[in-house]
């Protein structure tokens, strides 16, 4: 069928009628959502079954016959039938010549079988166009209608005409086609929806592991430490104390992990001379789920502010302040006011606000939807200098916060350094490298070597942009 299915409207005649016609193998759960949406959008449905008689459930308007009767009479058929049962297609391979075979089959697993069900449908029947498409959208969101998040179709197949026929129903359904090329791309296709959030995975492990060893860093220097040593219960802090500890802590360790691999990437570049020379692997998989990183750090900043503004509700904190109270009473004492500790709580304080502010307007402009609006240049400018300033901001909250506690050794419990300190480990030195790679001499060069400038390495010769036609990675 070549038919242009993109503006589909209930036809009348009945030539028109014919072409508007797709047969659907398989009355189970997805052949009859996909035959529900179909019909809601103006096609013809017939319903190829084992047994037409006992069908039951099929959406209103709708056919069933047997499986060659419903395939004589349309160009397009759904195979809506589990891989495991696809042999029956064998027997219809006369009436399926020529015609387009839609696989929207799935697997249990990924790699489950050594071809693809696509091809192993085409297999079955040679004389068939087989195209892999469907297998992403869910018979539930087809037959509610919530598509958002599943709108996009792969569509693939060895046959041109084919796919874009597909593709043109894929259109009239309110989805978006994504043409994945050839047959030989619906493995992919196929294991696209076993993957589970497949970017976000690196990341997720990072910040895992973070977490339990902040965690457990924080368990031996505040309730381990007090247990042993000084035979004090303080357990309690590990609900709201030792996680609001936790979080920024990580949160900031994060953030800088999202601007190393770009300071790698400089350095890497002003070593060889060169942008035309593939990253290393591992600094390519850092660099693709840095947007992941942020998000995550943005949600654990986002705790420690819900963690932070709870404090002065706490009955341990009520309780420390009301004893402080009554003890300058007894003792008939005040406390002068400290002029310099105001300054500091309050400069804190104040970065700790403005960076998450930062944080946030990072991660809003990180969504599709606003990234979508600004161009490239606004998008590298936010995601950048806001970042850089981001990360400038929390940490400067965080030097404040611990000011000179790194150096009184009375607090450094069985010699390991106060925790804030292991927070500042990463950024610190993320900003250095960047402060050093900003001196005008190397950002001259890199600048240079990112609009194609290189250093021949053999000769000591330069070559201009476009000499070295090699692999380009950024
Ligand atoms: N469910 C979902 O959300 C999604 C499903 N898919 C794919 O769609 C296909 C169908 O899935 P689903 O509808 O859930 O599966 P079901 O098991 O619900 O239905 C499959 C249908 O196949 C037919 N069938 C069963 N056994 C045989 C056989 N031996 N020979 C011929 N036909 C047979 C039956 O129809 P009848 O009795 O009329 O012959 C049956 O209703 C699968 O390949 C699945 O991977 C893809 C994306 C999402
Ligand atoms: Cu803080």
New binding site residues.
């Given amino acids: 069928m070549e038919a242009n299915c993109s503006n589909m409207t209930p036809l009348s005649s009945d030539s028109a009628e014919k072409e508007n016609t797709v047969c659907i193998?398989?009355?189970?759960?997805?052949?009859r959502s996909l035959g529900f949406k179909m019909l809601q959008s103006g096609f013809s449905v017939i319903?190829g079954?084992?047994?037409p008689s006992s069908?039951s459930l099929l959406p209103k308007g709708a056919e069933v016959l047997s499986h060659s009767e419903a395939a004589r009479k349309s160009q397009i058929i759904f195979v809506?039938?589990?891989?495991d049962?696809y042999s029956?297609v064998t027997k219809l391979s006369k009436v399926l010549e020529g015609k387009i075979l839609v696989d929207?089959?799935?697997n249990l697993k990924i790699n489950q079988y050594s071809e693809s069900n696509a091809e192993y449908l085409a297999q079955l029947v040679p004389d068939a166009k087989v195209v892999k498409a469907?297998?992403t959208?869910?018979?539930?969101a087809l037959q509610s209608g919530t598509l958002d998040a599943s709108r996009q179709v792969f569509v693939c197949s060895n046959d041109s005409k084919a796919k874009h026929a597909v593709m043109d129903i894929v259109r009239a359904l309110g989805l978006i086609p994504h043409d994945h090329g050839s047959l030989a791309a619906s493995k992919e296709v196929e294991n696209y929806p076993l993957q589970l959030f497949p970017t976000w995975r690196l990341p997720l492990y990072i910040c895992a592991g973070l977490t339990v060893l902040i965690f457990l860093y924080c368990l031996i220097t505040d309730i381990i430490y007090s247990a042993i040593t000084e035979e004090k219960d303080i357990s309690f802090r590990i609900a709201i104390s030792i996680a609001n500890k936790v979080f920024p802590i990580v949160s900031l360790i994060l953030l800088a992990l999202v601007y190393i691999p770009g300071v790698f990437a400089a350095i890497i570049q002003l070593y060889r001379g060169s942008k035309y020379k593939r990253f290393p692997d591992w600094l390519d998989q850092w660099m693709l789920c840095r947007k992941q990183l942020g998000l995550i750090a943005l949600s654990y900043a986002l705790l420690h502010a819900i963690y932070t503004l709870v404090i002065p509700i706490r009955y341990y904190v009520r309780y420390r302040i009301n004893s402080n109270i009554i003890t300058q009473i007894l003792k008939n004492e005040t406390r002068t006011f400290d002029n310099t500790l105001a300054w500091r709580t309050d400069a804190y304080i104040a970065l700790g606000i403005l960076g998450f502010f930062f944080y946030v307007l990072l991660g809003i402009t990180s969504l599709p939807s606003v990234s979508n609006a600004v161009n490239w240049r606004e998008f590298r400018f936010v995601q950048s200098k806001l970042g850089y300033l981001t990360l400038v901001l929390c940490t400067g909250h965080a030097l404040i916060f611990g000011w000179d506690k790194f150096l009184s050794f009375s607090r450094y419990r069985w010699y390991l350094p106060p925790a804030y300190t292991l927070s500042l480990v990463v950024p610190c030195t993320v900003l250095v490298l960047k402060l050093i790679l900003i001196l005008p001499c190397l950002d001259r060069r890199i600048t240079k070597i990112r609009q194609g400038w290189e250093k021949s390495s053999s000769a000591g010769k330069e070559f201009e942009n476009g000499d070295v036609p090699l692999q380009t990675k950024m």
């Fill in positions: 193998f398989g009355t189970g759960d997805y052949g319903y079954s084992r047994n069908a809506a039938v589990q891989r049962h029956f929207v089959s799935n469907f297998n959208v869910s018979a539930w």
